[in-house]
């Protein structure tokens, strides 16, 4: 219980602070186009919502990882259309998007993100790897 | 069973005497481990019973409610399951899985696999799956 609280924690600030990318790179480039800064005053808020329901499919991730790992790639296809299927149904209650020009925006941002934090995750990993395989040099056994 | 220690003279054979109505496993892991000095698992193979000392098991595995442990080349059914052997294994055993307990001592190195589980490369050449959940046990288990 207490490493499934852990993980949506984590998960939620990575993806929090991967949507604040992508929206500063969005509104950088609309300055540079001298577009004036906008923000409505239910953006945070609705960043706050998605990162943490959009954090809740990792909880099929964990379970993934008990099995043998014979499902692991359609876990991962059904992972990201969940998530994606939040983002965007939030992303239409809290008018992420109203053309369609901007639902495309926001899909590609969404998958930059998603995979973004795949990547962000096993930078983690490698580290926890390199770790373990240093402390195992004086841990194992002669044979 | 009635457990009775004698402190004896500096100096005197030390000696411990069993008495048992039926030699069993518990009784046959006690004998061993008076006699060498190391911890020995109860394993069966084909019908025969075999002593395991505790460090050459490299990993013990629960299968369709059974439970087997590995050595460097073979494999015996335990009778306990495998909540029960991990209670009673030493601190190098750490469990990796839901159905699995390993020794460290015998992972040659490990790697994270492209589904973000850790791959861990045993002594003899075995690949084993830790799972993502119990990387954190086997941190601390190795003092990270």
């Not at chain 2, 492209?114 to 002594?123: G, I, T």
Request: overall charge negative; aromatic content about 14%.
């Amino acid at each position: 219980m207490k490493s499934t609280v852990k993980v949506l924690i984590e998960q939620s600030s990575l993806i929090a602070f991967l949507i604040l990318v992508g929206i500063s790179i969005e509104e950088f480039i609309e300055f540079l186009n001298g577009e004036p800064f906008y923000l409505d005053w239910f953006i945070p808020i609705s960043i706050v919502i998605v990162s943490v329901l959009s954090s809740l499919p990792s909880l099929l991730i964990l379970k993934e990882r008990e099995t043998d790992g014979s499902n692991s790639k359609w876990f991962l296809i059904l992972h990201f259309l969940l998530v994606y299927a939040i983002v965007m149904g939030a992303g239409y209650f809290f008018k992420w998007y109203t053309t369609f020009q901007y639902f495309v925006y926001t899909s590609l941002i969404y998958v930059c993100i998603y995979f973004a934090v795949w990547f962000v995750t096993l930078l983690f990993y490698r580290h926890d790897e390199k770790m373990i395989n240093t402390a195992l040099e004086s841990f194992r056994d002669d044979e | 069973m009635k457990v009775t220690v004698n402190k004896i003279p500096e100096g005197s054979q030390e000696n411990a005497v069993i008495n048992a109505v039926n030699i069993d496993d518990n009784i046959s892991a006690a004998v061993s481990l008076l006699e060498n000095g190391e911890r020995t698992l109860v394993g069966y193979r084909d019908g025969d019973k075999f002593l395991i000392k505790e460090p050459a098991v490299y990993y013990a595995e629960a299968v369709d409610e059974k439970c087997f442990v590995y050595t460097k080349d073979s494999c015996y059914e335990l009778k306990q399951k495998l909540y029960e052997l991990e209670a009673i294994l030493d601190f190098r055993f750490v469990r990796v899985s839901k159905s699995m307990v390993l020794n460290i001592k015998k992972i040659k190195s490990v790697k994270t696999a492209e589904n973000a589980r850790m791959n861990a490369a045993l002594l003899n050449g075995e690949q084993v799956v830790i799972s993502r959940s119990y990387v954190k046990d086997l941190k601390k288990r190795l003092g990270l």
